[in-house]
């Protein structure tokens, strides 16, 4: 039996129907329980449930909480689940290929632990071509063309990206287990430190080639309000957050550890690049920056040759202009 959690919260009235009905497609005859939490919605997921013709072997529960964010609803869910044995996650905004939860139910029949595909981010190149390109040691499984064994610990990959965001997701319960995703990093980063916390109990792994995701355009945290504002700024301090509390989880794995160090690295950079730009528009959250240094005080020493090099760039880029004319 499968639950499907939903963190739902939109603007735009059809954008979650969309979702729903990839899910009622689902070639499975498994019993699927789907959760959609109402993290105080400005748009109701009452008639955008109703609206999708769901079959004998599905159920649809509505939650409704204190709006939290995804990792808050994600977690009232996980939280609420009945007698499922697997767990998928899905944005209120992306939708499923039918093949995505039978492709799944086919790797935990087979033993594995944890299930994962590629996804689409444009016309010209798939999301594990662009994160990780031949890096992935894949093993062919059985006699489908799509199905691969992953032949390398998980966390080495949950550090550097996605190696399958949440949409893609699907997990045995068991493995899940406490595990729980960090309420405090609001925007962003939560997803890659419980991918990360569910790494290092060292799952089998199922990655397919096929595309098992078509991501929507509904609201976004990560693109929603420009990167100088203070919503941008906050997202990058919660992603800095994310990279610095993995740290421990990875302090066995050299591979993982390597990569991790130097994912912090740029995540300082971009934390003072957003910095910088925010606080020339009057937008830089003084109390959250101030906290941020105190989690993480090597984080200052970036900001001078941080700030150089926007420097430099912006001289360089005025220079080309002046020659051009």
């Not at 949950?158 to 493995?175: A, E, F, N, Q, Y």
């Not at 730009?277 to 105190?294: F, H, Q, V």
């Not at 993480?296 to 020493?301: E, K, V």
């Amino acid at each position: 039996m499968f639950a499907v959690i939903i963190p739902f919260y939109q603007r735009e009235p059809g954008i979650l129907a969309r979702t729903l009905q990839s899910v009622a497609r689902q070639d499975v005859a498994d019993q699927v329980v789907v959760y959609v939490v109402d993290d105080e919605s400005p748009v109701a997921p009452g008639p955008e449930v109703d609206s999708v013709q769901w079959g004998d072997n599905f159920q649809v529960r509505i939650l409704k909480k204190t709006n939290g964010g995804p990792a808050s609803a994600r977690n009232y869910a996980l939280d609420r689940l009945g007698d499922e044995q697997y767990v998928a996650f899905l944005d209120s905004d992306d939708a499923w290929t039918d093949y995505h939860l039978s492709s799944a139910h086919y790797a935990f029949s087979n033993g594995f632990d944890l299930y994962t595909a590629d996804w689409a981010l444009d016309e010209n190149i798939t999301a594990l071509q662009r994160f990780y390109g031949d890096q992935l040691r894949l093993r062919v499984y059985g006699k489908t063309e799509w199905a691969h064994e992953l032949e390398d610990d998980l966390v080495n990959f949950t550090v550097m990206g996605p190696i399958g965001k949440l949409s893609v997701l699907v997990v045995k319960r068991d493995l899940i287990a406490a595990t729980r995703f960090a309420e405090s990093l609001k925007t962003a980063g939560e997803d890659g430190l419980f991918a990360t916390e569910l790494a290092v109990k060292q799952p089998k792994v199922m990655v397919s080639n096929r595309i098992d995701v078509i991501t929507g355009k509904g609201v976004n945290i990560f693109t929603a309000d420009g990167w100088d504002s203070k919503k941008g700024v906050m997202r990058s301090i919660y992603f800095l957050r994310s990279r610095i509390l993995m740290r421990p989880l990875v302090k066995e794995y050299p591979h993982a550890d390597k990569n991790l160090k130097e994912k912090i690295r740029n995540a300082r950079r971009g934390f003072w690049k957003t910095a910088f730009a925010a606080a020339k528009k009057g937008n830089l959250p003084l109390t959250e920056t101030w906290r941020l240094l105190r989690f993480d005080p090597p984080l200052l020493l970036f900001a001078p040759s941080t700030l150089i090099g926007l420097l430099i760039a912006k001289w360089t880029s005025r220079s080309q202009s002046s020659f051009g004319k």
